[in-house]
């Protein structure tokens, strides 16, 4: 047994250091064997060959990785929890940007330092502002809590706001346009899914990525797609020049920490990851003057590791902040490596080393697993060696372990395009197609489409183009128009909590990647008036989309189309079937016409501080927004139109309105609209009058009918509800494809663009393999602005490509090990 003195270790209680033999990261580069003075807290040197000042301390620091200290730009610690800001130093942070919880609107962040003191870094800060809802009360959907953040950041001169977006990439994008809108220094925490909306991010906002990846997914293609590339998507941002701050906000224990970090390193460049932790946030905060690097004159923040930090076997040795050494290892400074103890008339050669988390020691050639280090002693077997922080006492240091290499992924993978965009072509011809006009079909005739326009439609056309389609034996029809539908909506349709709701927008929400937009589109739907829900008596703006699957959501919308807005009457705004929440106002229909009538004499007489709510009323006053009114009964309806008389103002269209025949010449006097079901009746009290005549009857007595869905299921089959009506009263096929087509085109003023096949429109059309008023036929393609957006044999050959690899990642995560 070997037998040395022991001496117990204490830092000295003084204030410069010469820090050498170790491996410094700069901005740009690594010095191997450098040196770094400091004096009184801060940075007075760094370099090699630098000559040490006689009133320091020198410490050898050889093999160790002295980092810049990080910085943990977002977490949701209690700022007077010392333990909980222990947690963080031990990850390595000297810094933290602390944020409050649990709310939309969160106040303003505080920048400490990680010390056992709780001292500010910065009077900068950021107000924290989240996409989450609330559970009951307003604003319990998306779009209401973009406006309830819009209508905020009226109210408040702010300049600086971070943005939470609950892990939803499609909110990354929402908070760029709120912080362009409100021209906002913003920061805003990513999802690791932003790889999905890449064509959209601005290059200019302050992005930070969590080093939490997602860990858990259910057998949705979608979620293991997430799960995969989530650990790519830092990579893939950098490969596109973007950049970024990393924040650990999430991760419980430091092994989980170094874990994602070592992730991230097998992919990318190890110094962008130390960057991420250290200079961006410093810069994103403002602070980067004397933090974020080390450099001459700088607070003297380290993070410091005992080897290369992305090595498995490396952990934080210390951390330093403002001079202050707080050791975060159990081990001494000088510890891993080979040292020879001297024993008696013999040598003993020791090597000690770290699997993972575990200590081994090897004693001459004999490797040791039960080891035992407290209190700077290990026990080996028989043996005890002592240390101080200097090292194993009577013992001689040999060498540093070997640095351990990081093991790169080769192999670089992109997330799969399933959906790839068809190609564009500049001019198209169709030929000899069953061509549906608007009130006659041509028989073996061809179109001629230029830049996405219909240029010429006959037979026996003779033009030269990029694209033939050959449609023989085919119909050709204009794209369906859904004047109803609550596809691509991110978050709830209804913004419940209240009565009166005009300030959400539906434009602020729309979900490009809906897999509602691509059945659709299997069905012939090129266009979509995208509604609120109906439980408000006044609810939400609506808006237009054609259905251009795979592109940002901004490119869906509408551009030439009208505003509108949803209002709505009977069972749904007086909440007769909800079992909770029923206490609201109104709770009759006199209430929900009244509600309506208070709700326009505010706006009527409303001045003073910008109040969104009042603005979008005001709106309504003044016909820039279209009324578009769910309702089923006469009575409700004719009250409507009555109260509305008041303000000088009329609905546009009434939605289902499947009393509409009983007072189709009062609708036809007040020149309103009407877009109903086929035969639908009796599936709710007031639907118990619906006859299936409805639609004839009101057209027969010359209001504006069209169908609509209101459901992503029935939208796939709306040329089939509008063959229904040829049992119910109309007897001309092209009359009755124009209730999906032309006429919702003319509801909304955007028949000169759309609704059918004529010179000048937009090339939007589907072509079937049979009649499509059958419900036998189906859809072989569909066309918006002459590209294609379904191709039936295309989708089924895709389906087998899906399957297959939903196989893959779903073995992958199962066998993963990383």
């Not at 008596?537 to 259905?547: C, D, H, S």
């Not at 795979?550 to 069972?571: C, H, M, N, Q």
């Amino acid at each position: 047994m070997i037998i040395l003195l022991f001496f117990q270790f204490e830092f000295p209680k003084i204030s410069n250091y010469a820090i050498v033999n170790a491996n410094i990261f700069l901005k740009d580069s690594i010095i191997r064997n450098g040196t770094i003075i400091v004096k009184n807290g801060k940075i007075y040197e760094v370099g090699k060959n630098i000559k040490i000042p006689k009133d320091v301390l020198v410490l050898d620091y050889s093999g160790k990785y002295i980092y810049p200290g990080f910085i943990e730009i977002i977490s949701e610690i209690s700022s007077d929890t010392l333990k909980e800001i222990e947690k963080l130093r031990n990850f390595g942070f000297t810094i933290v940007q602390i944020i409050g919880k649990d709310s939309i609107l969160r106040g303003f962040t505080k920048i400490i330092f990680t010390e056992d003191s709780i001292k500010k870094v910065s009077e900068n800060s950021y107000f924290v502002i989240s996409f989450q809802t609330n559970k009951e009360k307003y604003p319990v959907s998306l779009m209401g809590t973009i406006a309830k953040i819009r209508q905020f950041l009226y109210d408040e001169n702010l300049k600086n706001v971070l943005f939470l977006t609950n892990k939803n990439e499609l909110n990354v994008l929402r908070a760029q346009k709120i912080a362009d809108e409100f021209k906002l220094n913003s920061l805003i925490f990513g999802t690791n899914k932003e790889f999905r909306v890449i064509e959209s991010l601005k290059k200019n906002q302050n992005l930070v990525l969590p080093l939490k990846f997602i860990d858990s997914v259910s057998d949705n293609l979608n979620e293991l797609i997430d799960w995969k590339f989530s650990k790519e998507n830092a990579r893939i941002l950098i490969e596109n020049g973007y950049f970024f701050a990393l924040s650990s906000n999430g991760i419980k224990e430091q092994d989980e920490f170094l874990k994602s970090l070592r992730i991230l390193a097998k992919r990318m460049d190890e110094n962008k990851i130390i960057l991420s932790l250290t200079l961006i946030p410093a810069k994103m905060l403002g602070i980067d003057n004397n933090y974020g690097s080390i450099e001459k004159g700088k607070i003297a923040n380290f993070t410091i590791a005992d080897g290369n930090i992305f090595s498995k076997n490396s952990s934080i040795f210390e951390v330093w902040i403002n001079g202050f050494i707080y050791r975060i290892s159990k081990y001494p400074r000088k510890f891993f490596g080979d040292w020879e103890v001297r024993m008696n008339d013999s040598t003993l050669r020791l090597k000690i080393y770290k699997e993972g988390k575990s200590l081994r020691v090897k004693v001459n050639d004999k490797v040791y697993s039960n080891v035992h280090f407290e209190n700077n002693v290990l026990e080996v077997d028989n043996y005890k060696f002592y240390f101080s922080d200097d090292g194993c006492l009577n013992c001689k240091y040999i060498s540093e372990l070997e640095e351990e290499e990081v093991k790169k992924i080769m192999e670089k993978e992109n997330p799969p395009k399933i959906y790839k965009l068809f190609p564009t072509f500049k001019t198209i011809l169709i030929k000899n197609g069953i061509i549906w006009l608007p009130d006659t079909i041509l028989e073996n005739a061809d179109i001629f489409i230029k830049n996405g326009k219909i240029v010429e439609i006959g037979k026996n056309l003779n033009f030269n183009a990029e694209y033939v389609i050959d449609a023989t034996n085919k119909h050709i029809t204009p794209g369906i128009f859904d004047a109803h539908s609550h596809i691509a909506i991110d978050g709830d349709v209804n913004e419940w909590s209240e009565s009166i709701t005009p300030e959400v927008r539906v434009i602020d929400v729309i979900n490009p990647f809906d897999i509602n937009i691509y059945r659709e589109l299997a069905g012939g739907v090129t266009t979509a008036h995208i509604m609120h829900g109906s439980a408000n008596a006044i609810g939400g703006q609506n808006v237009i989309i054609k259905l251009k699957w795979g592109f940002p959501a901004d490119s869906l919308v509408y551009k030439d189309s009208p505003r509108t807005i949803k209002f709505a009457l009977g069972e749904n705004p007086k909440r007769s079937n909800w079992l909770e929440n029923s206490d609201r106002y109104p709770r009759s229909r006199l209430g929900v016409i009244s509600i309506i009538e208070d709700a326009l004499l505010r706006a009527k007489n409303y001045k003073g501080k910008k109040n969104l709510r009042m603005e979008a009323l005001k709106e309504i006053l003044n016909g820039k927004i279209q009324i578009h009114c769910h309702a089923y009964r006469q009575d409700e309806m004719l009250a409507l139109m009555e109260s509305l008389k008041k303000f000088g103002i009329q609905v546009r269209m009434f939605h289902h309105a499947l009393e509409a025949y009983k007072i189709s010449k009062e609708l036809k006097r007040e020149n309103v609209y009407v877009s109903t079901f086929s035969d639908w009746w009796s599936y709710k009290f007031e639907a118990y009058d619906a006859i299936p005549y409805n639609a004839f009857i009101t057209t027969k007595n010359n209001v504006l009918t069209s169908l609509n869905s209101d459901s992503p299921e029935l939208a796939r089959r709306l040329n089939s509800e509008a063959g229904k009506m040829l049992k119910y009263g109309f007897t001309k096929e092209t009359d009755v494809l124009k209730l999906i087509t032309i006429n919702p085109a003319k509801q909304f003023s955007l028949d000169k663009f759309v609704g059918s096949l004529e010179k000048g429109k937009d090339a939007d059309f589907v072509i079937w393999n049979g009649n499509p008023l059958s419900p036998y036929s189906i859809v072989l393609e569909t066309w918006i602005e002459g590209r294609k957006f379904f191709d039936r044999e295309e989708d089924l050959r895709i389906r087998k490509e899906i399957k297959l690899l939903k196989e893959k990642l779903m073995n992958e995560f199962k066998n993963y090990s990383e």
